[in-house]
T-cell receptor
């Protein structure tokens, strides 16, 4: 199957700093990428939909100024957590959709963010 | 809106036992249904999927049938192995341009 690489896999940062997470589709072009957040023992919650060349669409309750998404190319989307706080600590996962009649989402390995 | 409900875990079974993880959904349209698996320390992997009613998805001995009449997509395996221990997520999608709606996940523990 197609490969989605997410980097870094783990990051620890201080409160008030910003952290950038990258999501790359390695062997296919993804016009659409999704960012999810997973809380402990809970499901993945869709945060935003990232479309190449246009502004991201954020789900209700997700602060767009806090979670900056950039989809500069067909193979790269980035999520920047700005002015991070401990409550932003979570597992963030991206997925990229392979275009076609039977679209399938491929997931990155996830990023464990810890804000101290 | 769309939602997915799956049985709460953890589910603990002995090796070679029969597995069923229930999943039901609500959707406005005709979604595609998925089961994803998350092994410890790894990201999500697609386990199987079904795109229309009565389709059966299968992979690695797991199977699930898209039941429109009961809005269900229960995951089954006839004989589980220790290596099947993981978290299983049921999910749906209304289309490729939409994100997935996930259930809360079911932690499966298989004991030797």
């Amino acid at each position: 199957g197609a490969v989605v690489s997410q980097h870094p896999s783990r990051v620890i940062c201080k409160s008030g700093t910003s952290v950038k997470i990258e999501c790359r589709s390695l062997d296919f072009q993804a016009t659409t990428m999704f960012w999810y957040r997973q809380f402990p023992k809970q499901s993945l919650m869709l945060m935003a939909t990232s479309n190449e060349g246009s502004k991201a669409t954020y789900e209700q309750g997700v602060e767009k100024d806090k979670f900056l998404i950039n989809h500069a190319s067909l193979t790269l989307s980035t999520l920047t957590v700005t002015s991070a706080h401990p409550e932003d600590s979570s597992f963030y996962i991206c997925s990229a959709v392979l275009a076609g009649p039977n679209t399938e989402a491929f997931f990155g390995q996830g990023t464990r963010l810890t804000v101290v | 809106g769309d939602s997915v409900t799956q049985m709460e875990g953890p589910v603990t079974l002995s090796e070679e036992a029969f597995l069923t993880i229930n999943c039901t959904y609500t959707a406005t349209g005709y979604p595609s249904l998925f089961w994803y698996v998350q092994y410890p320390g790894e990201g999500l992997q697609l386990l199987l999927k079904a795109t229309k009613a009565d389709d059966k998805g299968s992979n690695k001995g797991f199977e699930a049938t898209y039941r429109k009449e009961t809005t269900s997509f229960h995951l089954e395996k006839g004989s589980v192995q220790v290596s099947d221990s993981a978290v299983y997520f049921c999910a749906l999608s209304e289309g490729g341009a939409d994100g997935l709606t996930f259930g809360k996940g079911t932690h499966l523990i298989i004991q030797p």
